[in-house]
């Protein structure tokens, strides 16, 4: 008999629903759990019972036990039942190998009805059943018993199980940090929590623990990590929820490639425990540059799964006098004002109809693009294409084997400035790789990206923006472009030369998704407060946002980093799914609601009247 865990026995129980095998045939148990199939043949009832361990096929006979057949005859789909009675094996042909109880059947002798249920909205029986995902969020209970979601909450808990493990095997101390903390910029509006006690005052709930893990690494901690629960009020999207988890680590006494390193080791750990059936691309890890990631893939999270990489044609096109002269005006003007000539090749897209350069040149320019130039290679080695004509035969043959195109393949072109081009096509491929299927679904392609611009210039607010968080800390041999100014320190300009100044921030991506970015922090105020003042902060709205950590730092800060993961965004790649929703127990939708709970929902009078507050009607907010 199987020796079962004595954590899962219970007085409804001796076994899981997935325990059983042939070693327990002649055993004398008790099951619990909810009917996921009944088939009525007469004198025999037959209830596939399911728990979240396994099903096993429960068989009434009448003759046998009739009390117990007189229940069955009430049982019906989603019944929670307990059973009792002898283990037996199946009648040799009538094992089932897709159970992993499927030698064996349970014999009852005795059957109860512990909770009765309504017919369910949708089948939970079905896996492969379309069901309109609304109302799956409106009885998420429902949903979760069936096997896909279940199986996707299951290695999400595996997942978080790894990451610790691995954590505290590296000498890391796990801290919770508080979920009420002050508003302070992460790059997203705050969800604020108004105070009773003190009216008028505000918590926000955290972006993230950023300013928290610092400050621990001031009070010694020297390795610390958390599963931190984080909350961002903006628009959300497949990648984002209003409320999402996240693995935050920090470490002292450290540089770049000391994090990088580590959280690379336990990247491969973590994912070869929780899917080891799933390769990983490349270990170790590719590592780019920003400005080569960009160049190479038009994208700063690359999906590595397929090629398809971006090619410049400019050394292609001839420059008499210096001057572009490919006889296309779009190409020449495009050289002539600095801007790039770039292509992607579409692989077996060489006799796409017009229909589909159409809909590829209207996908280009709602990327950004002006247009979307295209040669087709055909198999006779000729080239096809509306540019041709001002080309000529040899330039476009000669564009065509610069881009690396076959046979059959169609080359993409944009020419526009370096950011538009590199950015349209980077869509364009990771669009064309999901439509052709480049991308090897059970593969794991993690990459770096590092060494990203330190600061973006905000025409509108003049100031310097972080690229990433106002945190990260500068390439030691830039430091210098950041004392420097043009003129003014209180007022920046993008004349700057700290707008060439290259962060140490690095970003870990997966599969085409950013799956978490961290950084070296700057440590002595010093340099802290000239980062601020960059980014438009006076020094006293500096010391009333950071002002903890600003002051922690004069009491002896060590050199550190880290980094941040999303749980979210890892489950739902590990499980190949297009949403963080599918991985998360309880999300909300795109409006941010809980269709569930039926939340946000309006307070109660009185909770307003508690908090000195009242609502402002939209006519007039506007007023």
Known sequence: MTEHPPSLATPYRTHTCGQLRAGDIGAE???????HRRRDHGQLI?????????????VVDGTDSPAAHDVASRVRSEFVVSVSGTVTARLAGTENARLSTGAIELQTTALEILNEARTPPFYINDPDAPVDESLRLKYRYLDIRREPMQQR?????????????????????????????KSTPEGARDFIVPSRLQPGSVY?????????????MVGGVDRYFQIARCYRDEDLRGDRQPEFTQLDLEMSFVDEATVMDFVERMAIEVSQAVTPERPLLEVPFPRFTYGEVMERFGSDKPDLRFGMELVDLAPEIPTPDGVPASGFRVFDDALAGGGRVKAIVAPGLGDAPRSR????????????????AHLALEATGSVKGPIVKFLGDDLAERLCARAGAGPGDLVLIVADGTEVTNEVLGRLRTDLGARLGLADPNVLAYCWVHRFPMYKWDVEGGRWDATHNPFSGVVPEDEALLTTVSGDPSRPSPEDPAGRARALQYDLALNGW???????????????ELSFALQGYSLERMRNMFGAMLEAFEYGAPPHGGIALGIDRWAALLTNQATIREVMAFPKTQ???DLMLEAPSPPDAGQYADLGLRVVPVEERKA
């Open 514 to 528: 950013e799956l978490g970015g961290g950084s070296i922090r700057i440590w002595r105020r010093d340099l802290l």
């Open 357 to 372: 350069i159409d809909e590829l040149t209207e996908t280009a320019k709602r990327f950004g693009a002006r247009g979307l």
């Open 46 to 58: 037959f209830l596939d019972l399911r728990d979240r361990h396994g099903i096993t096929q429960v």
């Open 29 to 35: 148990v008790r099951l619990s759990g909810w009917v």
């Open 204 to 216: 926000a709930l955290p972006q993230s623990p950023q300013q928290l893990k610092q400050i621990l």
């Open 153 to 181: 909450l299951l290695l999400r808990s595996r997942l978080v199980q790894a990451i610790r493990q691995a954590h505290h095997e590296n000498g890391f101390v796990e801290i919770e940090t508080p979920t009420l903390i």
């Open 591 to 593: 409006s941010g609601t």
